[in-house]
């Protein structure tokens, strides 16, 4: 996949992995899947030992022309078929009884799904990567504001109190967990495929299995108990962790997006020259990297969708399932990166406002405290008749445009339970944070234990 491709390639994608999965990517690795067949064959003693030098000098993408691979494959069915024959030909030259032995028992999508099981090692740990940098980035804000107070919000209106700590610690808990599955995923990817034309290996007579356990070691992956060739799932799960964690950046990205909003004001990416700004108004400070997060997380559930898809395969080797996976599985990986990284580079640049978020606390007159009330009134006169009471008390509130403190302490049905003094202290945000510092605290033991 070309840098090049699209202008805005390097914004929405990763700009470090576009080039792991370009067509010259692509060609290394199943020439790597070659070299390392016809050593593993060597070393069983399937083929002469005098071919591997000739195989490996040969297999080297900068020795072949891309265009005409990519020209031959449209012919062809896959770009494995012309790889091969291009391969043979360039061995050939250097010694003909070598070139006998390429591709020995193996099938074309033995080496492309093999080639891809190697891109995904060399590309999908740079997703985690930029998961654990947000996921650090997040439990950084959740130390530091651990104790400043906010309005929690439900269904976008204000509800209860929380900390922006505990917002923080929300988000690393989540990319935490989204990253272990990924890894999880990926590690279940890791497998060799090896089948022949079938899935029996027959043409390497009974050596079939300790040529894949050779090849498979050469290559560091696991041997399948069965090729699987038309069974899908290694390659959908990775895929769904993928949709997860993008999903989970994009979450993440839609709080701050919410937060950076001119009427609420709470937080805001870090502001550079040239960055987040408007072409036509001087005064903007758009959230670009939430922007990218959100793209990744809208993009994500329609690859993973199509890959969940191509899962239906027929018989031993599929028709069109598996051509699908080409470009849809390289381009998730791509996404999830993009959205990943701009979820960190959000959470490092974030700028966070605590004037702002108590100013907000405040606006609704202490409304948002009314659960608080109830509660503390409920302990004399029972949960339903307290609820009643102090959502009547919120209407008069609103109607009237006073503080509810001030209606409460005019209500006799309140003020037999509790005094102004009393309803003051309850209508603090900063005592009624329940459990939100245990969970911080907790959350962050886990993020230490993790890294």
Not at 58 to 85: F, S
Request: net charge negative; charged share 25%.
């Amino acid at each position: 996949m070309s840098a090049d491709r699209r202008l805005h390639a390097r914004l929405l994608g990763d700009p470090d992995l576009l080039d792991r999965f370009d067509g010259r990517a692509q060609l290394q690795a199943m020439l790597d899947v070659e070299a390392a067949l016809a050593e593993a064959e060597a070393e069983v003693g399937v083929v002469p030992a005098s071919c591997v030098a000739p195989i490996r000098a040969a297999a080297d993408a900068d020795l072949y022309d891309l265009a005409r691979l990519a020209k031959d494959a449209v012919e062809a069915g896959n770009p494995a078929i012309p790889m091969v024959r291009h391969l043979t030909r360039r061995v050939a030259a250097a010694d003909p009884d070598a070139a006998r032995y390429v591709h020995w028992g193996a099938t074309s999508q033995d080496v492309m799904d093999t080639g891809l099981v190697l891109q995904l090692r060399a590309a999908v740990p740079a997703v985690a990567g930029r998961l654990r940098r947000a996921g650090r980035a997040a439990a950084g804000l959740a130390r530091r504001h651990a104790g400043d107070t906010m309005p929690g919000r439900t269904w976008l209106q204000q509800a209860t109190p929380i900390t922006f700590g505990l917002k923080a610690a929300g988000w690393a808990d989540a990319l935490g967990r989204t990253r272990r599955q990924v890894e999880a995923a990926l590690d279940g990817t890791l497998v060799l495929q090896l089948g022949g034309a079938a899935g029996t290996l027959a043409a390497l007579g009974a050596r079939g299995l300790a040529v894949t356990d050779a090849l498979a070691a050469r290559l560091d992956l696991r041997a399948a108990a069965t090729p699987w060739h038309a069974h899908r799932d290694r390659f959908a799960n990775l895929a769904c962790a993928l949709g997860v964690a993008t999903g989970a950046a994009g979450k993440i990205a839609r709080d701050l997006s919410l937060l950076a909003q001119t009427e609420v004001g709470e937080a805001a990416e870090g502001a550079t020259a040239g960055r987040g700004g408007s072409s036509t108004m001087p005064q903007k400070r758009n959230p670009v990297s939430a922007s990218v997060a959100l793209a990744a997380a809208g993009r994500a559930p329609g690859l993973v969708a199509t890959i969940l898809g191509a899962m239906v395969q027929e018989h031993e080797r599929g028709l069109g399932g598996w051509q699908v996976e080409w470009d849809v599985l390289p381009e998730l990986v791509l996404v999830a990166a993009g959205g990943a990284r701009a979820a960190a580079d959000a959470l490092e640049s974030l700028s966070v406002d605590p004037d702002r978020m108590r100013a907000n606390l405040v606006a609704s007159g202490g409304a948002l405290l009314a659960e608080a009330v109830a509660m503390a009134l409920a302990e004399s006169v029972g949960k339903h008749e307290a609820h009643a009471c102090v959502a009547a008390a919120c209407r008069r509130a609103t109607e009237e445009e006073r503080p509810l403190l001030d209606v409460l302490a005019e209500d006799p049905a309140v003020s037999r339970q509790l005094d102004r003094a009393e309803l003051e202290k309850t209508l603090s945000p900063d005592n009624y944070l329940g459990a939100s510092r245990e969970f911080i605290e907790r959350t962050l033991a886990e993020v230490d234990d993790d890294a």
